[in-house]
């Protein structure tokens, strides 16, 4: 099965600095791949995905790159501020969902952004 | 865009109790329910599959007696937790899959979770 592995566990950055969270995965099935955010207490919330077909996607201040080859991926915070601060989860799956194309989260990555 | 329901957000039992979390798909059909839990600091593990009418498939290390999940429509989903004990206090989350309006709901409709702790 899919496995997916999420680097740095813990992050921390100066306000206004940029944060890049990096995952890799094992299946070469995989074709979707999302991010969640996910604050103190709460459920994870999807912020931006990427689908196998491009290789970047940027969203304001957050951009996904994806290296189809090498079979890897990243998040890019830009600016960032302290209400980034959160747990961030890379998952990865194959789409198009529907059937049980079940997603394989990355371990996490706990961001703090400080003042 | 989809609505996903979790009842309840938080519960509190004492060991050896069952709990029922149910997980509705508020406005999209959701023919696959995907159960998982995320221990304290830890990612999301998958716990098990269910499609609609049919029984659910559980992965390794999941005891399918203890985890009881039923499936009997394309909106409602359930998760009995039987005779809980202190090491299944956890964050549980279903993620509905299936159709909304023909199209696929893709895998980005989260329940909001339900916090179980087991005294």
């Known amino acids: 099965g899919e496995n997916v592995e999420q680097h740095p566990s813990t992050l921390s950055v100066q306000e206004g600095d940029s944060a890049v969270i990096k995952c890799t995965y094992s299946d070469s099935a995989s074709n979707y791949f999302p991010w969640y955010k996910q604050e103190l207490g709460k459920g994870p919330q999807l912020i931006i995905d990427?689908?196998?077909?491009?290789g970047e996607k940027k969203d304001q201040r957050i951009a996904v790159t994806l290296n189809k080859t090498a079979k890897h991926f990243s998040l890019h915070i830009t600016e960032t501020q302290p209400e980034d601060s959160a747990v961030y989860f890379c998952?990865?799956?194959?789409?198009?969902?529907?059937?049980?194309?079940?997603?394989?989260f990355g371990t996490g990555t706990q961001l703090k952004v400080e003042l | 865009g989809a609505v996903v329901s979790q009842h309840p957000s938080r519960v509190i039992c004492k060991s050896g109790t069952s709990v029922k979390i149910e997980c509705r798909s508020l406005?999209?059909?959701?023919?696959?329910m995907f159960w998982y839990r995320q221990f304290p600091k830890q990612s999301l593990m998958l716990m098990a599959t269910?499609?609609?009418?049919?029984?659910?498939?559980?992965e390794q290390g999941v005891e399918k007696d203890k985890f009881l999940i039923n499936h009997a429509s394309l909106t409602l989903s359930t998760l009995t937790v039987t005779s809980a004990h202190p090491e299944d206090s956890s964050f549980y989350i279903c993620i509905p899959q299936g159709l909304a309006g023909g199209y696929s709901t893709d895998t980005q409709y989260f329940g909001p979770g339900t916090r179980l702790t087991v005294l």
């Open positions: 269910s499609n609609e009418g049919s029984k659910a498939t559980y």
């Open positions: 990427i689908r196998s077909n491009v």
């Open positions: 406005d999209f059909q959701a023919t696959t």
């Open positions: 998952a990865a799956s194959i789409y198009p969902a529907g059937g049980g194309n079940k997603l394989t």
